[in-house]
């Protein structure tokens, strides 16, 4: 019977607890939230001693279901003061999966100041002292963990920035090479790792048990329509958009919609869109060599495979992976039209526990105060060598992009409930921006990722400037609440949205693993429900309609190339959720 | 016929307007607030183009009614994210009133950089271009400023803090020995002015028409009440505690209450406080003699004259004014307990354009942090130079307390809605920190002065660690919004409380001035109206029950001596304005 494992850092204890049956069917975001809204005081410090570090991977992790090797992180984030849950694929997930664990649940507070890890196995779950790791760049670490605690092993991690508190902290987990690459970046809950000390949870499943599956025939028939349908649909096959290009296959074509943030979000056209592109980062895989790898997975039994290796113009290796919101946030965002550059900071980035989209906005802020000028990767590089010196800039920079921009007095600052705008400019694409206005995350892209209808004609065609769209963005957030508990990667919606069997094939899968009887009806009614405790826990903790608005700079200054402003009106968000 | 002056920093135009019926009878706070109120959008930036900043005068305030020169100054808070209201005593506002100035309106948002000052004189008002004082001493520009404008102007103005957009900027005005001294200080409003780039509103009252009044006989019997009351209690009658000890006499009251907030809240009794309270100070002023006075006015016609000019060991001038909020903010709160410290720090505070309140705060969070040890004074002095040199590190320290305490992980933070606490524990007195908590303003003990009858058995007698006072925290902020609108500096209240024709008085005062005919039934009515507007704005601004919290240390860290936590339920804190 799967348990889950309760990590107490005021005493450093460990326990294994039975899952509570209305626990049972739930997964991935739906148990992280719940627990949070169960467990933790809405309004207490996300610091302090009482908010909770919940780690869950999917229903489907662990299994060989395709693309689901996710696990999902909540807790009250200290960047946006609400509920947060922010999902990563990696080698970690589906190791917590087969040793039979729903979810890590670490609570309690340190009273002194010591670090520690936490060694799982099959045996049980051992603490050890970490004070040699602390400080130090996670790329040097690495080598040394992997030594100590097997190849085999995942890690889940904090940097220097998460020891130091800083929300731009995230939790990092190594990827099939064991690199520190793959990240539950947003929303600063790394700090909230570091604030209960606790440095790593490192997973050994040597002889696990494995995932329970109640009926293996539904299982494996669900499993078979969500392989054809990722297999088939050209965004997600072997050889198709992202495997080829990666994610960063988006960057042409959302500055071809005018769309993408430039400059500080002061211009949604980037003149050097193409030198930072996946077609850019493919030739350089192409006419580098060496390691260079596109459609390289972020964990194994993945069909879709967009990360990617980038290599040196040597052939060596520069860094794994540029997405598409790092090569936005780190280049086009900051002025940066230097692959080579925004693959320096990309590594920076992960060797210092930063989650990239935070980073990039806080650069471009702090490029908007004066402190460099936009296109300045040196200057951008040396502000993140300050994080990792915990100087008194690297503690404003590290503290993300709504603080810098507070710090030095900007008022053009693209966040929304203190989380910093991803990479499409809500001015230009509607839908997108009543999902930054109105997810219980913050600015949140992967919250309802309508930009697939709404640029990528997929899952429907709508207008990008048409302002019409609360049904748009409130059935595709209902809709990703229930795939982020599913323990898929969020990029099956491309295949499933436009392919119903594999839609089907998500909800057998499900049930073939847990038993129950949904139907494709219940994914909306799954995820509205577990929304509504997202919704409730930040009404609690103070959230109100004022918080669902995107920056007040958006709704006077024009956007070029189309020049335009942002025009939803408030009270069309704030009939979204309102039942 | 008294007029409204906008002034329009987008254009740099200004335009005297009629006061509209509904504005008539209101002055002070009570004008601020519903001009603000009607005025500012309250989800707007409030550094971005869509704050305005209020000046009023009180209604009483520029006619002979004793302690009456007063000004509200409001806006959205840069600090709170709220209404503000910022009450200053100084020579800027009998000056503003007897122009003729109902109040002054500053407006839009300049294009470019340059910095503006605005001369109003009874012919009108003039901008001047003002580059040529930015970035400088306020203690170095004022001797310039009044050999240019005349030596009895009165100045509105900001010191670099305000230049810098930070948030424990204050809004400086000049006492009557023309020093750089006199603050509303809380709330960061200097940065508001700051954004606007205005840096001074001079006020020459040469030849001013004078306050309209409708109803002299009325007038003056309300005046005599006011003034025998003021005379006669022991608190506020000359060669009474304030007078001879200023507002500093609390120290040792408050301390020997368990209620002396010492090094970060974290003590409720500071061994230092005999060092640094206001029977020190008149110590100084006897033995050192010079310039040393205790019993000084901050503004003319004050009875109470609660000021000091503190000497140095020569006999010359030091600073003035130390108060009470300021020994312990910069002095217990800090673990230092040398009066000259103080001095200097305060003199400091004065120089940049500083809140006292939040500059101790954030000193003291910074030294819990690890920057310095409680304590250590030079190194107190060091922070707030980083301040005036603009560093990374001062522009963390001049974000105020809980920026600070972010920046560095500090999670005992003694703020309410981002402003930092004054210098009584709540955890000690009870009443006043339920003030704190539901306060318009945040932490503010100037909303509902329950000390009075909590620890000075001053308008009643109640028990301090009693927690059933609702009603006693709920009539003191109504009552205070109205004297906030009457023009009368807080401390009349000491009087009025107690002696039932002084608070007639103050009612008779109004309606000789105005024509109305409230009956001292109608002040908490109208308190209350003002204080409706104030919540409504804050709700619209996006705070909830959430907001009107302590933080949570308070309720689980025991205070000592009396070792006592916070343990006013949230549901009376809720009660209070529910109707």
């Not at 279901?65 to 509920?83: E, Q, Y």
Request: aromatic content about 8%; hydrophobic content about 40%; glycine content about 12%.
């Amino acid at each position: 019977m799967a348990k889950i494992l309760r990590v107490n850092m005021t005493d450093r204890t460990t326990a294994y607890e039975d899952v509570p049956d209305k626990y049972k069917a739930l997964g991935g975001r739906g148990l992280t939230s719940t627990v949070v809204y169960d467990e933790v005081a809405p309004t207490c410090h996300p610091l302090g001693p009482h908010n909770k570090l919940v780690f869950a991977p999917g229903i489907t992790t662990g299994t060989n279901a395709p693309t689901s090797g996710r696990v999902s992180v909540g807790g009250k984030s200290p960047l946006t003061g609400g509920i947060k849950e922010s999902n990563s694929g990696s080698v970690w997930p589906p190791l917590v999966a087969r040793l039979g664990l729903k979810a890590i649940v670490v609570e309690g507070y340190p009273e002194d100041n010591g670090w520690w890890g936490l060694h799982i196995t099959k045996d049980g779950a051992e603490f050890f002292a970490a004070d040699e790791y602390a400080g130090k760049s996670l790329y040097e670490i690495f080598p040394d963990l992997f030594e100590r605690f097997g190849e085999k092993v995942g890690i889940a991690t904090i940097g220097v920035s998460g020891e130091q508190k800083m929300s731009m902290a995230g939790i990092c987990f190594n990827d099939i090479d064991n690199r520190p690459s793959r990240y539950s970046g947003r929303g600063g809950l790394g700090a909230v790792l570091g604030s209960k000390h606790l440095k790593f949870i490192v997973v050994d499943g040597k002889d696990a048990p494995g995932v329970e599956i109640a009926n293996k025939d539904l299982f494996n028939q669900g499993r078979k329509k969500m392989v054809n349908a990722l297999r088939t649909h050209d965004i997600t096959k072997p050889g198709g958009t992202l495997n080829s290009y990666g994610t960063a296959a988006l960057v042409n074509v959302i500055n071809e919609a005018g769309a993408l943030p430039t400059r500080n979000f002061s211009d949604g056209r980037f003149e050097g869109a193409a030198k930072i592109s996946g077609e850019a980062m493919a030739e350089y895989c192409e006419t580098r060599g060496g390691v260079g790898t596109m459609g390289h997975p972020c964990h194994p039994g993945c069909i879709i495979q967009c990360s990617n290796v980038i290599p040196n113009p040597d052939g060596t290796e520069m860094v794994s992976v540029i997405e598409y919101e790092t090569t936005w946030a780190l280049g086009a965002n900051c002025g940066i039209d230097d692959l080579d550059a925004i693959g320096k900071l990309t590594w920076l980035c992960n060797d210092l526990g930063l989650d990239t989209i935070e980073a990039g906005n806080t650069i471009a802020v702090a490029m908007e105060a004066g402190m460099a000028e936009f296109g300045d990767a040196d200057k951008a590089i040396e502000m993140l060598e300050e994080i990792r010196e915990g100087t008194p800039l690297g503690h404003i920079l590290g503290q993300g992009t709504e603080f810098t921009a507070k710090a030095f007095g900007v008022t053009r600052v693209p966040t929304v409930k203190g989380q910093a705008m991803p990479a499409y400019e809500p001015r230009a694409i509607k839908g997108i921006g009543m999902t930054y206005a109105i997810s219980t995350m913050g600015a949140d892209h992967t919250s309802g990722y309508t930009i697939a209808p709404e640029i990528l004609a997929c899952g429907g065609d709508v207008d990008q400037f048409d302002t019409d769209k609360a049904d748009l963005v409130r059935a595709f957030q209902h809709t990703t609440a229930f795939i982020d508990t599913s323990g898929h990667c969020l990029f099956i919606a491309f295949a499933i949205l436009d392919i119903a069997e594999g839609f089907e094939g998500m909800v057998e899968e499900c049930n073939g693993i847990l038993g129950t009887e949904w139907t494709t009806d219940d994914v909306v009614r799954i995820g509205k429900e577990i929304m509504d405790r997202e919704l409730a826990f930040n009404r609690a903790a103070g959230f109100t309609p004022a918080d669902d608005r995107l920056p007040e700079f958006m709704t006077y200054e024009k956007l070029p190339p189309h020049d335009v402003v942002w025009d939803v009106p408030d009270t069309t968000l704030d009939a979204v959720f309102a039942d």
